[in-house]
């Protein structure tokens, strides 16, 4: 036993060693670390105890408070929300930015460093805590900013950016979204025009979101326009504002007609913007929310989005029916003719219906046909049909649905630069699509699966 005593002993120095570096060592060092770091850092505040802000230039005096049910507020020049992503980004700058070197404690001379007029000045508070950073001019890199911190009075170099800190203005802070809005929220829109309108309603979400126009006709909506209709709306933000007063009221003077009027539905009430443009030719753009809120400047192409007519809302697939729907489809043209059967998800030739197809081959042309849309509209009236080849039209594609009834078709007459005219079950008169669909129609060889055959591609 008292062979081993020395490895017992040397045991217990390790175990002993390890607990102080543990227990002591550690510890100490990684306080140390923190220490130096928050010496690097130029606020020495924490980025979520932060309450309120002072930004001040020549210009502006603006003061901003967090508020717990609207977010960042601002409550000086005037009572308005402010920006979220503006606030925050700026915060973000003051929290992250580091120190690179004390230039000097208590400095005598400030102008060298363009802080005897800084360019802002910043005071941020917590609950019991505020610091003031002053900003002077660019250090010897563009990326650098001097620094004046009142809390220890230390003129510093920074790696704070210009760009954060440098020409920032009352609009910049402001919130600038017209509406507050979320795409998913609207499940209704009324699209009111001085002699006409439109109302959309979402039927549906699932597989995938369905909007259909209840006025001034019921038909389906073009899915990929209503996005991009509530994606402008989303995006709608103003580029000047005009607060009530002189100003305000001058403005309102020379707004008579709306071009549009767009209500909103979602669950948590209604939202009404108008746009107007007094004078088109000068490129101005007026919105208005209700008439004691500011008038917003917008950019003009915004009015030119939300004044398409109708035939722009709607869904432009001509055949009439979707590609699932479909349980034969008769193809013909000026010399061949077939009829293909989806039969339990599988699509055969009515005239061969045990030879195998090439499923994705035939998948693909049931897919365009389907989903073909006008690009044009050439007449509202489908007649006469002589003058666009549609008396004997180069290609016809008959939809069936699963009740044996016709749920679609699609007619396709002559070429012009590269577009065809066409008529279909869904929308009235004759329209111009791509002429690509005519060149991809496969034949019976095509079909069975030729082995070197490979679906055209889309040009």
Known sequence: MTRYWPTALMA??????????????????????????????????????????????????????????????????????????????????????????????????????????????????????????????????????????????????????????????????????????????????RLTYPTTEIVLYRVSDKPKPKWKIRYPVEAEADLNEVRILLFRLEDLKAMGIVDPGPGRDALAKRLTQAKVKITLHTTDGDQTVKLYQPDPSSGEAIAETTPEAPLYR??????????????????????GVDSADIAMLTVKTRTEQFGLINQNGEWVLEDRPTDKLNQQTVDLFVSRVANVPAEERVVKQASPLAPYGLVNPAAEFVATGRDGKQVGK????????????????????????????????????ELLGTPDYTPKPSS
């Open 298 to 319: 917008i950019n003009p192409t915004f009015a030119k989005d939300f004044t398409k007519e109708l035939f722009n809302r709607q869904d432009k697939r001509l055949l």
């Open 12 to 189: 217990l120095v390790l175990a002993s060693l390890g607990l102080y570096l543990y227990l002591v060592e550690f510890p100490a060092k990684e306080s140390q670390e923190r220490e130096e770091a928050t010496k690097k850092k130029v606020l020495q505040l924490e980025e979520l105890a932060i309450t309120s802000l002072i930004f001040k230039t020549d210009l502006d005096e603006l003061v901003f408070e967090r508020n717990s049910n609207r977010g960042w507020m601002l409550i000086k020049p005037l009572r308005t929300e402010a920006d979220p992503r503006e606030i925050q980004s700026l915060i973000r700058a003051l929290v992250t930015a580091s120190v690179h070197r004390v230039v000097e404690t208590k400095p005598t001379a400030l102008s060298p460093f363009g802080l005897d007029k800084p360019v802002t000045t910043i005071t941020v508070k917590t609950g019991t805590m505020e610091d003031t950073l002053s900003i002077g001019d660019t250090g010897p890199l563009s990326s650098t900013l001097y620094v004046l911190r009142q809390s220890d009075d230390a003129l510093l170099l920074t790696d704070m950016a210009p760009k954060d800190f440098v020409n920032k203005s009352l609009m910049t802070f402001r919130r600038k979204d017209i509406l507050h809005l979320a795409q998913g929220d609207v499940d209704r829109l």
């Open 410 to 445: 699609l007619s396709i007459g002559d070429q012009v630069s590269g577009l065809a005219y066409a008529m279909g079950l869904r929308l009235q008169g004759v329209f111009q699509i791509r002429a690509d669909l005519l060149k991809q129609i496969p034949k019976k060889s």
